[in-house]
């Protein structure tokens, strides 16, 4: 395709994302331009509404329910770090940085049984406890990163795998994709954990310090569950239940209300949660106008590109391409898309939902420089996948 022949969509996009990278403190108000000036094309183009709101009539449920996710993770993992369990985290951990690349390694186990949203959050809560001089942004891509290797190989760990396995993809198919994951973190681990050390070493303390909120502990723990079972009930015994309707998003939020007499969330987070919340949607809703009806012949190449694309364009449409178009190896695009996300902050959600913990973490030159490992485990994890599919 040469530059005359891209579509003007593409250009927005482009463009956008140009100006999320260079002006980080302004990410909302340019993600909203970018997102106006793509709707405002397509009806001047077809000079009808009624095509603009059939769209946004078979995107609402995947906006809304990130919408309901985002803001009942940030309420949640408020809900964990008033427990004050996370303090109680530096001494249980190794010391020096094998203790960051065991908090590292608690995330990706997280993952693989949450949704890496929640993972990331609670990973980044823990982290402000045991890193009482700061977080540096090495460690902050270390932790979207475990969390989304973490999610790869399960259909319930992240949103990508989920539409798979409702497409009739079986869960066996999608376990290689955590040997990519492993591989990816043996390399990310330990270079974030020895940064991390370098610059804010590891606090120590002690448990009995701590009077441990077990009630709110509880909380987590309930809303938790009630994800999962909300997914299996939604996925399993009522397929095509969340095509209609964000039942992930009411689940959590059904969670929380319920348990609010217990100990009674700080609902004021949520006016800071709105603004990182609504900047995913309004990236994920441009991204959907963007005309991209068909994909290169599925291959280990394109596999591989479609990770890094999904550094910056949303790899929930990605999937949904894929799957309508079929013939993948699911698990190696699992990784990609999964992975791939956690090059770019806003690559992925679990990124959005932890830089609303750590504003300063939405710098994409920041992210790139300190977060360099990102992209290079990310190739590693890539090759191992193809070498044990080539050996088998």
Same mark, same amino acid.
């Given at each position: 395709?040469?530059?005359?022949?891209?579509?003007?969509?593409?250009?927005? #996009?482009?463009?956008?994302?140009?100006?999320?990278?260079?002006?980080?403190?302004?990410?909302?108000?340019?993600?909203?331009?970018?997102?106006?000036?793509?709707?405002?094309?397509?009806?001047?183009?077809?000079?009808?509404?009624?095509?603009?709101?059939?769209?946004?009539?078979?995107?609402?449920?995947?906006?809304?329910?990130?919408?309901?996710? $985002?803001?009942?993770?940030?309420?949640?993992? *408020?809900?964990?770090?008033?427990s004050r369990l996370p303090e109680a985290v530096?001494?249980?951990?190794?010391?020096?940085?094998?203790?960051?690349?065991?908090?590292?390694?608690?995330?990706?186990?997280?993952?693989?049984? $949450?949704? *890496?949203?929640?993972?990331? /959050?609670?990973?980044?809560?823990?982290?402000?406890?045991?890193?009482?001089?700061?977080?540096?942004?090495?460690?902050?891509?270390?932790?979207?990163?475990?969390? *989304?290797?973490?999610?790869?190989?399960?259909?319930?760990?992240?949103?990508?795998?989920?539409?798979?396995?409702? !497409?009739?993809?079986?869960?066996?198919?999608?376990?290689?994709?955590?040997?990519?994951?492993?591989?990816? #973190?043996?390399?990310?681990?330990?270079?974030?954990? %020895?940064?991390?050390?370098?610059?804010?070493?590891?606090?120590?303390?002690?448990?009995?310090?701590?009077?441990?909120?077990?009630?709110?502990?509880?909380?987590?723990?309930?809303?938790?569950? %009630?994800?999962?079972?909300?997914?299996?009930?939604?996925?399993?015994?009522?397929?095509?239940?969340?095509?209609? =309707?964000?039942?992930?998003?009411?689940?959590?939020?059904? =969670?929380?209300?319920?348990?609010?007499?217990?100990?009674?969330?700080?609902?004021?987070?949520?006016?800071?949660?709105?603004?990182?919340?609504?900047?995913?949607?309004s990236l994920v809703a441009l991204a959907s106008?963007?005309?991209?009806?068909?994909?290169?012949?599925? !291959?280990? =190449?394109?596999?591989?590109?479609?990770? #890094?694309?999904? &550094?910056?364009?949303? *790899?929930?449409?990605?999937?949904? $391409?894929?799957?309508?178009?079929?013939?993948?190896?699911?698990?190696?695009?699992?990784?990609?898309?999964?992975?791939?996300?956690?090059? /770019?902050?806003?690559?992925?959600?679990?990124?959005? &939902?932890?830089?609303?913990?750590?504003?300063?973490?939405?710098?994409?030159?920041?992210?790139?420089?300190?977060?360099?490992?990102?992209?290079? !485990?990310?190739?590693?994890?890539?090759?191992?996948?193809?070498? =044990?599919?080539?050996? !088998?």
């Amino acid at each position: 395709m040469s530059l005359p022949d891209i579509p003007l969509e593409f250009v927005i #996009f482009g463009v956008t994302l140009l100006g999320v990278a260079l002006f980080h403190r302004h990410t909302l108000a340019v993600a909203l331009t970018g997102l106006i000036a793509a709707v405002l094309l397509r009806y001047v183009r077809t000079s009808s509404l009624a095509g603009i709101v059939g769209h946004f009539e078979n995107e609402w449920v995947i906006l809304t329910n990130l919408l309901l996710l $985002l803001l009942g993770f940030a309420i949640l993992s *408020n809900q964990f770090e008033q427990s004050r369990l996370p303090e109680a985290v530096p001494s249980r951990l190794p010391s020096g940085w094998m203790g960051g690349l065991s908090l590292l390694a608690i995330v990706f186990a997280l993952s693989a049984f $949450l949704d *890496n949203i929640a993972a990331a /959050v609670i990973g980044g809560v823990m982290a402000r406890h045991v890193y009482r001089h700061g977080v540096t942004i090495a460690f902050l891509a270390a932790i979207v990163s475990a969390a *989304n290797a973490g999610g790869a190989g399960s259909v319930i760990g992240d949103t990508t795998t989920t539409m798979m396995w409702i !497409s009739g993809v079986s869960p066996l198919d999608l376990l290689p994709a955590f040997i990519g994951g492993l591989g990816a #973190f043996a390399v990310f681990g330990p270079l974030a954990s %020895i940064a991390q050390q370098k610059r804010s070493p590891l606090a120590a303390t002690s448990v009995s310090d701590h009077h441990i909120d077990w009630i709110r502990v509880a909380i987590v723990l309930f809303a938790l569950v %009630i994800l999962i079972a909300t997914n299996v009930t939604a996925t399993s015994i009522f397929p095509g239940l969340a095509e209609l =309707a964000p039942v992930l998003g009411l689940g959590l939020w059904a =969670a929380l209300l319920v348990s609010a007499p217990l100990r009674m969330p700080d609902w004021s987070i949520l006016r800071e949660a709105f603004k990182g919340a609504l900047f995913l949607i309004s990236l994920v809703a441009l991204a959907s106008l963007m005309p991209v009806d068909r994909l290169p012949l599925p !291959s280990v =190449a394109s596999t591989l590109g479609l990770g #890094f694309l999904s &550094a910056v364009f949303d *790899n929930i449409p990605l999937t949904a $391409l894929a799957l309508n178009q079929g013939g993948y190896d699911w698990a190696l695009l699992a990784y990609a898309v999964g992975f791939g996300g956690s090059i /770019v902050w806003f690559g992925s959600s679990a990124g959005v &939902a932890l830089t609303n913990l750590y504003p300063e973490g939405r710098s994409v030159w920041d992210w790139l420089r300190e977060g360099w490992f990102v992209p290079v !485990s990310y190739i590693v994890g890539f090759l191992l996948m193809v070498a =044990a599919g080539a050996i !088998s």
